[in-house]
């Protein structure tokens, strides 16, 4: 083989492994994003990737909000009581904050907190 197509050769292998590579990247990437569906005015589903679905109610994830009302910024002790928070909240508004987090507006008022993924995967989940 003249040398100039034995490198030509080499270099479309290389491009291929390159190219299957990518896809397979794409591929996964597409399998662990996240995303959300708000089942009813009180619970929301969680797709942590392709196979794991999570359901959480609001009023559960406002007990843990992360937000300057309910958490003193400097201590990091919660300042409003889990007991203080109406089982029947809302969310208005949902929203995927990056590759990072999710953020809530709560019916009854807490909107700037970000929830990291860590942090939701540690927060009770509901099941049916
Ligand atoms: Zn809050």
Known sequence: MHRCVFRLC?????????????????????????SFKKLNAHTISI?????????????????ACPCANCV???????KVSPLDI????????IELVGRYGIKFQFSSGCSTGIYSYNAL????SVTF
């Not at 003193?72 to 919660?78: K, L, Y």
């Not at 109406?86 to 508004?93: F, L, W």
Request: charged share 40%; with cysteine; proline share 0%.
């Open 10 to 34: 080499l270099f479309l292998d290389a491009a291929k492994i390159v190219v299957e590579e990518v896809e397979r990247l794409e591929d996964s990437s597409k399998k662990n994003a996240v």
């Open 47 to 63: 797709f942590w990737g392709e196979e794991q679905e999570v359901h959480y109610r609001f009023s559960d994830l406002q007990r």
């Open 72 to 78: 003193d910024e400097s201590t990091g002790i919660r």
């Open 86 to 93: 109406d089982d029947c909240v809302e969310a208005t508004a």
């Open 121 to 124: 995967k540690k927060i009770e």
